[in-house]
C-alpha cells in the first residue's frame, strides 16, 4: 500500500500509515519521511512490532546514533536507552522528563532528532506532548524577535540537580563528574533550523540556567515570560501511546514534556540521532 501522511494537528505532527519500519525503506519512503519531517516536525507511526535491531537500522536512516557517556543503556544495544518506571509508575529521575525541554541542549551540538518506541503502556496516561518552537517564534512581536536574537543562554546538565541532591556528598561527587564530563554551553536564544532554515526560541526550563551579560533578576523575567510564551496550547499536540508505537521528533525544532499521569508500568526504548546530521 502507498505511505499516507495524515497530519496530526494544526501546530506539528503527522501520523505516517501504510508503513512497516522493520523493512529496509525505499528510497522514495525515505525521502517522504525526511520532508514530512521537515514539515510537521514529529512523526507518529502505529503498530510496529520490530526487534531493537530494526528499530536501530530504522534510526541509522537519519544520521550516527550517539550512545550517551551518562545515562545507561539496554544490554547489547548501546545505542538504545530503556527508560523504564516503577511497577507503581514513574520512577524519581522521571522529573527530568516532567518539564518542556529539548533532549540535550547542555551540549555543544544537541542531537538532531529522539525516536522514541512503546514497549509497554499503562492502561492509561502516560502520553507525551510537543511543542513548535518555530511557531512560538512567529508569534512573537517584530520588536521582541529584534530584542532577543542578540541574546545567548547557558545551558547545563547540572541545573537537572535538586538541593537535597546538592547537599549530599555522594550527589556532589556526581555533580562534579557531570559537570567536568559535559561542561555549560552558551546557545543563542533564537536559533536557525540548518535544514529549513525557521527561526525558533531555543531555551528551555530544565536546562537552560541564565541569559548571558544579564543579571540575575533580568535573566530570570526573561526566560520566564519566554517560558510562558512557548508553552501556549495553540503550538503543541499530545500523543497517546499504544503498544508499538513510535514517535520520530526533530529535536532542533521541538521540545516534549512525559506527562507523568500514570500509577502502572511504562517500559520506552529511546535512539539519540546524532546532531551532525548533514542537510540534504
Known amino acids: 500500500m502507498t505511505i499516507k501522511v495524515k497530519p496530526y494537528t494544526e501546530a506539528l505532527g503527522a501520523e505516517i500509515l501504510n508503513i512497516n ?9 525515505l525521502s517522504l519521511i525526511k520532508d514530512a519531517i521537515n514539515k510537521y516536525h514529529v512523526l507518529f507511526f502505529r503498530d510496529q512490532d520490530i526487534t531493537s535491531n530494526q528499530f536501530i537500522n530504522f534510526g541509522k536512516n537519519f ?15 548501546p545505542e538504545i536507552i530503556e527508560m523504564k518506571s516503577l511497577e507503581t509508575g514513574p520512577a524519581p529521575m522521571a522529573r527530568n522528563s516532567e518539564v518542556w525541554h529539548s533532549d540535550m541542549s547542555y551540549t555543544k551540538v544537541p542531537p538532531y532528532a ?4 512503546a514497549m509497554n503502556i ?24 529584534k530584542f532577543l ?10 541545573k537537572t540537580m535538586n538541593n537535597d541532591e546538592l547537599l549530599d556528598s555522594n550527589s556532589l561527587k556526581r555533580f562534579i563528574m557531570m559537570n567536568e564530563k559535559l561542561p555549560p554551553i552558551e546557545h543563542p536564544i533564537i536559533r536557525t533550523h540548518p535544514e529549513t532554515g525557521k527561526k525558533l526560541i531555543f531555551v528551555n526550563e ?8 544579564l543579571n540575575s533578576n533580568e535573566s530570570d523575567a526573561i526566560l520566564q515570560l519566554l517560558y510562558r510564551h512557548i508553552h501556549n496550547p495553540n503550538f503543541q499536540c499530545r500523543f497517546i501511546w499504544q503498544q508499538n508505537s513510535i514517535a520520530f521528533w526533530d529535536n532542533q525544532i521541538t521540545q516534549h ?3 507523568a499521569d500514570y500509577s502502572s508500568l511504562r517500559t520506552m526504548h529511546r535512539l539519540t540521532v546524532d546532531g551532525t546530521h548533514k542537510p540534504r
Open 257 to 259: 514534556y512525559a506527562v
Open 114 to 117: 529522539g525516536i522514541l518506541k
Open 122 to 145: 499503562p492502561e492509561s496516561g502516560g502520553n507525551t506532548m510537543f511543542l513548535n518552537a518555530a511557531l512560538a517564534y512567529e508569534a512573537l512581536s517584530g520588536s521582541m524577535k
Open 206 to 213: 530544565i536546562f537552560t540556567s541564565h541569559i548571558t551579560g
Open 149 to 158: 536574537s542578540k541574546l545567548k543562554a547557558v545551558h547545563s546538565i547540572v
Open 63 to 77: 544520521g550516527s546514533l550517539e550512545i550517551h557517556t551518562l545515562i545507561p543503556t539496554l544490554p547489547g544495544h
Open 21 to 29: 519500519l522493520g523493512r529496509k525503506l525505499s528510497d522514495k519512503n
